[in-house]
Nanobody
Framework: QVQLVESGGGLVQPGGSLRLSCAASGIIFRIVAMGWYRQAPGKERELVATITSGGSTVYADSVKGRLTISRDNAKNTVYLQMNSLKPEDTAVYYC???????????WGQGTQVTVSS
């Protein structure tokens, strides 16, 4: 059974930092592309960042230079380091695992990030 468990969300002031973690089980972690998506109230879910099995990354323009995705294949975990946070970063953040060969996707339950003074 595939499980993606996010952690690290919370309330932070503008300009602050958070690090999200997503621990994966039930998948062949080293071969899947991993990603972070977010959904703000009243908006569609959007891509934040992805990282391939080889470590190549893609970022949404709105987060470039502030958020960094990384992965630790030994721990089956993907991270999202979030710096210089803005109120518009407020959303539920979802972890995604994507098998490129089969186009199969798996999702975590989400973790809330709120940026507010």
């Amino acid at each position: 059974q595939v499980q993606l468990v996010e952690s690290g969300g919370g309330l932070v002031q503008p300009g602050g930092s958070l690090r999200l973690s997503c621990a994966a089980s039930g998948i062949i972690f080293r071969i899947v592309a991993m990603g972070w998506y977010r959904q703000a109230p009243g908006k569609e879910r959007e891509l934040v960042a992805t990282i391939t099995s080889g470590g190549s990354t893609v970022y949404a323009d709105s987060v470039k230079g502030r958020l960094t995705i990384s992965r630790d294949n030994a721990k089956n975990t993907v991270y999202l380091q979030m710096n210089s946070l803005k109120p518009e970063d407020t959303a539920v953040y979802y972890c995604n695992a994507h098998y490129i060969t089969t186009a199969k996707d798996y999702w975590g339950q989400g973790t809330q990030v709120t940026v507010s003074s």
